[in-house]
Antibody, heavy 120, light 107 residues
Framework: VQLMESGGGLVKPGESLRLSCVTS????????MNWVRQAPGKGLEWVAT????????FYADSVKGRFTISGDIAAKYLFLQLDSLRVDDSAVYYC??????????????WGQGTLVAVSS | DIQMTQSPSFVSASVGDRVTITCRAS??????LAWYQQKPGKPPTLLIY???SLQSGVPSRFSGSKSGTDFTLTINNLQPEDFATYYC?????????FGGGTNVESK
């Protein structure tokens, strides 16, 4: 199982970024896929969840209306479109796979993360 | 939203000690509680799911338990590689929420 994020960078407030997570080693459509972020020196914050098999989608209130989670089933990619970025969106963004039995069972595989920095 | 109150924020311990970390949910989450370990500069790793089930490959010195809306992670016979930050996560209801973390540091 491998997950690898890319697409992070330094942007100004109000700008956009698209994060990607390439996955391999498992059936992409069988797992809830997630984005979790961690601001520098802070704790973990769940951001969004997508089930590629049935397209169920959930967002944290802090990003709803600004971020969009999506997936490419054929290529086994998970995406997170970040629009209207704010300074407090600055964080390492992790792609995480939920346990095969469902999101209730936790996130059992994580990527190394990609850093998003929002600053004027 | 379900709030997860994790305590303590810091634990100072020695190799061989038993360490106990607690998370309290603001409302019932049945058994849907996961524990993670995170080392500096690394992503979290899943230790325990469904309150007390040990993730494959995790040493048996880690255990989880539940009492009402209180959940406990216990590390028996603390090893050098266990110094890290630990997080709980309620996985019952969206939005999924994490506890604030517990930093287990060397005394």
């Amino acid at each position: 199982v491998q997950l690898m994020e890319s697409g992070g960078g330094l942007v100004k407030p109000g700008e956009s970024l698209r994060l990607s997570c390439v996955t391999s080693g498992f059936t992409f459509t069988s797992h809830y896929m997630n984005w979790v972020r961690q601001a520098p020196g802070k704790g973990l914050e769940w951001v969004a969840t997508l089930h590629p098999g049935n397209n169920y989608i959930f967002y944290a209130d802090s990003v709803k209306g600004r971020f969009t989670i999506s997936g490419d089933i054929a290529a086994k990619y998970l995406f997170l479109q970040l629009d209207s970025l704010r300074v407090d969106d600055s964080a390492v963004y992790y792609c995480a796979r939920a346990h095969l039995s469902g999101y209730n069972f936790g996130f059992d595989s994580w990527g190394q993360g990609t850093l998003v920095a929002v600053s004027s | 939203d379900i709030q997860m109150t994790q305590s303590p924020s810091f634990v100072s311990a020695s190799v061989g000690d038993r360490v106990t970390i607690t998370c309290r949910a603001s409302q019932g989450i049945t058994n849907w509680l996961a524990w993670y370990q995170q080392k500096p500069g690394k992503p979290p790793t899943l230790l325990i799911y469904a309150a007390s089930s040990l993730q494959s490959g995790v040493p048996s010195r880690f255990s989880g338990s539940k009492s009402g809306t209180d959940f406990t992670l216990t590390i028996n016979n603390l090893q050098p590689e266990d110094f890290a930050t630990y997080y709980c996560q309620q996985a019952n209801t969206f939005p999924l929420t994490f506890g604030g973390g517990t930093n287990v540091e060397s005394k």
